[in-house]
């Protein structure tokens, strides 16, 4: 894969300016596979395009982190140019089904013209509320695995830094936990978080966190239901 995540040595860019943003969206072709509709920036590689959520690939890619970017009057966000010497279509896809390969597999399944064919026991209107929950669980909660958690004091913060990754996000992904956030923030609470470094004091203000978290899921859930 070329040095997508590699800050050294990077060549001059060539990017649209403001005024030629507007233009340039005009002119994409989107991602199916990578275009979130909570995405925060978007990624054009060639012609192709990828709604993504900046944070999650500024974490993991100092490269990205530190490409320009203009705006996009047309969508109100912030479009990146990746330089097509940096990284071929197959490098950056790798690279975000690396980062997103929970959702990918998951929305997938329900990638139909009609879910209900899939489920012939259940009715269609079932089978589509439940792609649609899917889908606003996915939506909802990827933001916030994917973003390291943070304290009141910094030596807490740095302890999250490094364990965030190892203890949070890859057995998440393991165990499809971006579709089930209330059990997956449930399994975050219950980590030996004393054991790690964490101090009591953060200790009990990240738990209380997380609860907060796991409420606002359970009361949008009527919404995302559509009841």
């Known amino acids: 894969m070329a040095n997508i995540s590699d800050n050294n040595s990077s060549p001059p860019l060539s990017h649209p300016v403001n005024g030629d943003a507007k233009a340039l969206s005009s002119q994409m072709k989107s991602s199916t596979s990578f275009w979130f509709n909570d995405g925060s920036v978007i990624a054009r590689l060639r012609d192709n395009t990828f709604k993504l959520h900046r944070s999650l690939l500024d974490r993991h890619s100092p490269y990205f982190a530190s490409l320009p970017s203009s705006e996009s009057e047309e969508q109100n966000i912030s479009i ?20 997103y390969h929970d959702i990918v597999a998951t929305t997938s399944h329900f990638d139909h013209e009609d879910p209900a064919q899939e489920h012939p026991t259940l009715s269609r209107d ?29 030596a807490c913060t740095d302890m999250f830094a490094e364990k965030w990754m190892p203890l949070v996000i890859t057995p998440a992904l393991e165990t499809n936990g971006l579709c089930s956030p209330i059990e997956t923030l449930r399994k975050i609470q219950k980590i030996k978080w004393e054991d790690e470094g964490l101090c009591i004091e953060c200790c009990k203000e990240k738990r209380e966190e997380w609860e907060g978290e796991a409420k606002s899921i359970w009361d949008k859930l009527d919404g995302w239901l559509g009841i």
């Open 80 to 99: 990146v140019c990746i330089p097509d010497e940096r990284a071929t279509l197959f490098d950056f896809t790798t690279l975000l089904e690396h980062l």
């Open 126 to 154: 079932v089978t589509v509320r439940c792609a649609s929950l899917q889908d606003s669980l996915i939506s909802h909660f990827t933001p916030i695995l994917f973003t390291v958690a943070t304290a009141s004091h910094m």
